[in-house]
């Protein structure tokens, strides 16, 4: 079975940074696609980040030039880098894998973390 395990999600002040981890654990081979979304409350669940297999990231535009995204491949981590936060940026932020291949013979399509809240105050 696989599993996503966030870590990191804080309370700070606005202009503030934080750095959300997420690990992938199981008889993994290899992951297509890893990002984060983030649902605030009484919204829809939307993408913030994320990352190719081959490294490629793409950005909310509502986060570009502030979040930065990143990935360990051999160890299937995936850092989001949180800069300059403001008030509209508090959500729950979750770790999301797509295409998630294992030795097992397997293939899991999408897999979700638990979520960590970030708080952002003004």
């Known amino acids: 079975q696989v599993q996503l395990v966030e870590s990191g999600g804080a309370s700070v002040q606005s202009g503030g940074s934080l750095r959300l981890s997420c690990a992938a654990s199981?008889?993994?081979?290899?992951?297509?696609?890893m990002g984060w979304y983030r649902q605030a409350p009484g919204k829809e669940r939307e993408l913030v980040a994320r990352v190719s297999l081959a490294g490629i990231p793409n950005y909310a535009d509502s986060v570009k030039g502030r979040f930065t995204i990143s990935r360990d491949s051999t160890r299937n981590t995936v850092i989001l880098q949180m800069n300059s936060l403001q008030p509209e940026d508090t959500a729950v932020y979750y770790c999301n894998a797509n295409d998630i291949a294992t030795f097992t013979g397997y293939t899991y399509l999408e897999v979700w973390g638990q979520g960590t809240l970030v708080t952002v105050s003004s």
């Open positions: 199981g008889s993994i081979r290899s992951i297509h696609a």
